[in-house]
């Protein structure tokens, strides 16, 4: 093989696995009907405060542009994790430290720690997680027993997940998890746009001693921005010590994690 078609070879290899991600997940989603407009309308449920708004979050335009048409526009340039860690770390605040970068075909979300979250989120679509810096702990309820909500308390079983720096992580869809990231830590999720009669699901359980597993309370919305609607949800729970309370035994449900130790 001369040296030219050595070049060549390597180069359409390199296109190939540059393409790879983005082929994934339209062969996953072939069968939804074709994206005719920029977003989707809020069809939130009965439970859904006000309060909870769809936005877009980018980032800047001179570090990654992208369009919402049906070809969308590649990239000139890779993003620069460390440097964007390094110019853009104050916007992984709490409760849950994320921030988007990009919502338009796959959401990708850059997620740093300690967070501050109790609840675990459900979702009917696939979920990617790597961890980049650090370990973080995905609490999680048996996928088997995740749809529904009227078993009792001594069925629902829950598993602890950790996920070390370099590692990552598949969450199937209609599973109940809890992420819990650590200080100094950053990982990458990535999530796929819900369709259009989806609802996604915020749900709080009671851990007290004979009680644990019931489900305390629960709330469901069409997600459009997970950079923004989750934050909202979780802290205006946070402030109603009424919706965090078991009616079965009275406990209130913390908004903090307490004795998780970082795998």
């Given at each position: 093989?001369?040296?030219?078609t050595a070049l060549r070879r390597g180069?359409?290899?390199?296109?190939?696995?540059?393409?790879?991600?983005?082929?994934?997940?339209?062969?996953?989603?072939?069968?939804?009907?074709?994206?005719?407009?920029?977003?989707?309308?809020?069809?939130?449920?009965?439970?859904?405060?006000?309060?909870?708004?769809?936005?877009?979050?980018?980032?800047?335009?001179?570090?990654?542009?992208?369009?919402?048409?049906?070809?969308?526009?590649?990239?000139?340039?890779?993003?620069?994790?460390?440097?964007?860690?390094?110019?853009?770390?104050?916007?992984?605040?709490?409760?849950?430290?994320?921030?988007?970068?990009?919502?338009?075909?796959?959401?990708?979300?850059?997620?740093?720690?300690?967070?501050?979250?109790?609840?675990?989120?459900?979702?009917?679509?696939?979920?990617?997680?790597?961890?980049?810096?650090?370990?973080?702990?995905?609490?999680?309820?048996?996928?088997?027993?995740?749809?529904?909500?009227?078993?009792?308390?001594?069925?629902?079983?829950?598993?602890?997940?950790?996920?070390?720096?370099?590692?990552?992580?598949?969450?199937?869809?209609?599973?109940?998890?809890?992420?819990?990231?650590?200080?100094?830590?950053?990982?990458?999720?990535?999530?796929?746009?819900?369709?259009?009669?989806?609802?996604?699901k915020l749900r709080w359980y009671c851990?007290?001693?004979?009680?644990?597993?019931?489900?305390?309370?629960?709330?469901?919305?069409?997600?459009?921005?997970?950079?923004?609607?989750?934050?909202?949800?979780?802290?205006?729970?946070?402030?109603?010590?009424?919706?965090?309370?078991?009616?079965?035994?009275?406990?209130?449900?913390?908004m903090v994690p307490k004795g998780v130790?970082?795998?």
């Amino acid at each position: 093989m001369n040296s030219s078609t050595a070049l060549r070879r390597g180069a359409n290899l390199l296109c190939k696995e540059a393409v790879a991600p983005r082929c994934a997940f339209r062969c996953y989603r072939q069968s939804a009907p074709p994206k005719t407009s920029t977003s989707t309308p809020l069809r939130p449920s009965e439970n859904v405060s006000s309060t909870i708004r769809p936005s877009r979050q980018s980032l800047p335009a001179k570090r990654y542009a992208s369009t919402t048409t049906a070809t969308t526009t590649a990239p000139t340039s890779a993003l620069n994790l460390p440097k964007w860690l390094e110019e853009n770390s104050h916007l992984l605040k709490p409760p849950i430290n994320n921030h988007c970068i990009y919502n338009d075909d796959i959401t990708v979300m850059i997620v740093g720690g300690p967070n501050a979250r109790t609840d675990y989120h459900i979702n009917n679509t696939t979920e990617f997680f790597y961890q980049y810096r650090g370990s973080m702990l995905l609490k999680i309820v048996s996928p088997s027993l995740s749809t529904n909500p009227d078993l009792s308390p001594s069925e629902v079983q829950f598993h602890d997940v950790p996920i070390r720096e370099g590692e990552l992580y598949v969450l199937p869809p209609n599973t109940p998890h809890n992420p819990i990231r650590f200080a100094n830590t950053v990982g990458i999720v990535l999530e796929q746009p819900r369709p259009g009669d989806s609802m996604d699901k915020l749900r709080w359980y009671c851990r007290s001693k004979g009680c644990e597993g019931r489900i305390v309370y629960e709330e469901s919305f069409h997600c459009t921005d997970l950079g923004t609607q989750i934050k909202e949800a979780v802290q205006r729970v946070g402030k109603d010590e009424e919706l965090r309370r078991c009616k079965s035994c009275g406990e209130v449900v913390e908004m903090v994690p307490k004795g998780v130790v970082q795998p």
